[in-house]
Structure formats: structure tokens, C-alpha cells
């Protein structure tokens, strides 16, 4: 997805708003979750994939960032002592989607192997209200006339076009809830770049959105009466960006009608650096060892993404 996002908006239909939806700001502003309560563990979730977990002087990326990952997954995971439902969450790994849609004239798909998906006993209620969603039929899609949209997408030959959410029927965790990516290549130029991870992250939220929608609703298009929200999160173990995926219609052949919606908070940076070695200067240590920038609310956003649809 060259462009990113913006590509990614046309394939999927989809209105972007900047920022994080009032609901989940609303969690972040409400001193009652006690969001600044984990500032030192958080610390200490650092310090521990990039100081304790390792016999090298400097841990590679490939093993701090999913160090990280699980750490402030445990953090967020005490909270269900004081909210008990959050208990009723499952993580999944190295399952499939697959899901096919038609926009304008050319037939797309999402399928393989994603990020690590949390599912739920129940869904996420819709983020965005009936009236907000009605005034997505005034939003137009950029459009990158003369350059196809689909330019640089891998085309293959469909023999039997799938709709899978990736689980079998009756499993009670059957809600997606979040999508964790974790770009933990060693070597820069294997890791996606910010703009082109977002995207990756809209597109498997739509597509695990669609899916579910198509479970529920079957495959005729058509305008949500419940809106299906799914959320993402990437992360390189340093910069975060967060997303909410709002699914409110399967009818995508058109650039016409109601809109999907999507808000993305973009580069809210965790740390800016991890000193694994102190900086000497003149015999004189001018930079001792430690975490350096930490920026205690991007945790408090992730916190917050992990909350939403429960408290």
C-alpha cells in the first residue's frame, strides 16, 4: 500500500477522523479507572525488555518489542480484578481471516495470516452516533484518478471466494475486540513504515469487521443497524500508533451512501531512547543507564483501548 492510509480509505470505503473517538477519550479523562496508577510498572515493563531480559548489551529489536508487548498486556490484564468481565477475553495467534468484497468494478480481498487478535464475549458498541453516521454520506473519497487505486496490489486468480472469520461456529470468544501488530524486524527496511503499518492495520480491521458482519448478517449489501467496531494498535516496542475501526456498511461497490469510519492516533511515542550502556565522556559518565522521554500517557492510551466496550 504505497500511498497508505489514504489508499486504504478508497479500498475500504472509509471516512478518517483524527484523534481517538470521545468514547475512548472519555476513559482517559475519568480519574475513576486510575489509568495513572501503572506509571511505574510501565517503567519497569521497559526496563525489563530492554535491560533484564537479555544477556546482550543491547537487545535486538526482534526480542524487546514482543518482551514489551506481553508485559503491558499482563499490566492491562490486573485491571479485570477491578472489573471483572475483562476476564471474558481471549488472545489469538496465527489464526486466518478471509473476507472478499466488491468496490466499483474490481473484486478485492483480505486474507491470511494477521496481527494477534483479541476476541470478547461481546462486542464493542458503536463509537460513532446514528446522526454522525448519516452525515458520512456528504464525505467524498479521494480519488488518485489518473493512477488506479489498486495499482500496486498483488492480483491473483479467485477460484472460491472466502468469507471466514477465522473461527469455527459456537466459539464463545467470537467478537474481535483488538488487533496487536508488533513490527519487530531487526533491519529497518523490513519494517513497515508508520504510514504504511497504519494502513496495513485499517485493512485487517475492516477485513476482521467484515467478516464478522457477514457471519452475522450474510453477504447482501447493506447499511449496518449495528455497527461493528473493531480497534488496532502497532507498535515497533518504541512508537505506537492507535486505531477504531468503525464498520456501518458492507455496501462498497459505490462511493455513494454511507461511509465506514476510522480514528487514528498517529506516532504517540512510549520512550525516546533506552541508555543499555552509560555514555562517558573524558572518563566522566554523562548519560548513565536508563530509559530516556517516557511518555507515561501512551500506555494510559492503551489502557484505555484494552477498557473500552467494558467500563
Given amino acids: 500500500l504505497c500511498p497508505g492510509v489514504r489508499q486504504a480509505q478508497w479500498l475500504t470505503k472509509t471516512k478518517l477522523v483524527e484523534g481517538l473517538p470521545p468514547a475512548v477519550q472519555s476513559i482517559l479523562d475519568n480519574p475513576a479507572h486510575g489509568l495513572q496508577e501503572h506509571e511505574e510498572r510501565v517503567k519497569d515493563a521497559i526496563s525489563h525488555s530492554r535491560f533484564w531480559d537479555t544477556t546482550e548489551v543491547a537487545p535486538t529489536r526482534e526480542h524487546f518489542c514482543p518482551v514489551l508487548f506481553e508485559d503491558l498486556m499482563h499490566l492491562c490484564r490486573l485491571t479485570s480484578r477491578k472489573y471483572p468481565s475483562l476476564s471474558k ?155 477504531v475501526f468503525q464498520l456501518n456498511t458492507t455496501d462498497l461497490v459505490s462511493n455513494d451512501g454511507i461511509k465506514n469510519l476510522v480514528w487514528i492516533d498517529s506516532d504517540q511515542i512510549l520512550y525516546e531512547a533506552a541508555q543499555c550502556i552509560p555514555e562517558i565522556k573524558k572518563r566522566v559518565v554523562t548519560k548513565p543507564v536508563g530509559i530516556y522521554g517516557f511518555q507515561p500517557d501512551t500506555f494510559k492510551k492503551f489502557l484505555a483501548l484494552y477498557l473500552h466496550g467494558t467500563v
Fill in 89 to 243: 477475553r481471549m488472545l489469538a495467534r496465527n489464526y486466518r481471516i478471509a473476507v472478499t468484497w466488491e468496490r466499483e468494478s474490481i473484486l478485492l480481498q483480505v486474507r491470511g495470516l494477521n496481527g494477534i487478535l483479541m476476541n470478547s464475549l461481546a462486542p464493542i458498541p458503536p463509537v460513532a452516533s446514528k446522526e454522525e453516521i448519516l452525515a458520512t454520506k456528504e464525505h467524498v473519497l479521494e480519488t488518485f484518478h489518473p493512477i488506479s487505486p489498486t495499482i500496486d496490489l498483488q492480483e491473483v486468480n479467485v477460484y472460491k471466494e472466502l468469507n471466514d472469520t477465522g473461527f469455527r461456529g459456537g466459539y464463545p470468544y467470537s467478537h474481535p475486540h483488538t488487533l496487536f501488530f508488533l513490527e519487530s524486524a531487526n533491519v529497518f527496511p523490513d519494517r513497515f513504515r508508520p504510514e504504511q503499518l497504519r494502513a496495513k492495520m485499517l485493512m485487517f480491521a475492516f477485513g476482521n469487521a467484515l467478516a464478522k458482519a457477514k457471519a452475522l448478517y450474510g453477504d447482501d449489501p447493506k447499511v449496518l443497524e449495528q455497527p461493528i467496531v473493531v480497534q488496532s494498535i502497532g507498535t515497533d516496542g518504541q512508537l505506537f500508533q492507535f486505531m
